[in-house]
């Protein structure tokens, strides 16, 4: 254990996280994902036991989410739906966003699901939760620290 880390982040997601660099994206997706056919070969980390929120939360506890795009934060919009619908779950992590700091909910994009699938073809890595709402996978940009100091 270490201090000041979330417990959800297993050695495998620390590394992963560790190594992305600035605009690269990392994916929170629900347990029906297809997760192993759009990684080839990039790293999928399960978490079988937590859902998209909670697994969310423990990423952006260590990374930061890039402040010079508009939208850092994209998200599968719910099939058969337009924006600005949003299912529960999506409220929810998107409300936790805003509230630890993160993003606003402009900041977050609503995204088809195909465009989506294309999206994560060119992300870093995929973290499969157990979560079993469908359409919850979210998608983040990461940033840099100490950007909010550029002029």
Same mark, same amino acid.
């Given at each position: 254990m270490l201090k000041g880390i979330d417990p959800l982040l297993t050695p495998e997601l620390l590394k992963t996280l560790a190594e992305m660099g600035h605009g690269d994206e990392i994916v929170i997706a629900d347990a029906n994902f297809t997760a192993l056919t759009l990684a080839q070969g990039k790293p999928v980390i399960r978490l079988p036991g937590a859902d998209v929120e909670r697994a969310a939360r423990a990423v952006l506890s260590l990374l930061p989410l890039d402040a010079m795009v508009d939208q850092p934060v994209a998200y599968m919009q719910v099939g058969g739906t337009e924006p600005p619908y949003r299912s529960a779950q999506q409220r929810r992590v998107i409300g936790m966003l805003a509230d630890q700091g993160h993003a606003q909910p402009a900041q977050c994009q609503p995204t088809e699901r195909f465009a989506f699938y294309d999206r994560v073809r060119h992300a870093h890595a995929i973290v499969l939760t157990g979560d079993l709402q469908p359409w919850g996978?979210? $998608?983040f940009k990461k940033g840099v $620290?100490?950007?909010? $100091?550029?002029?």
């Open positions: 996978n979210f $998608l $620290l100490g950007e909010e $100091l550029v002029p």
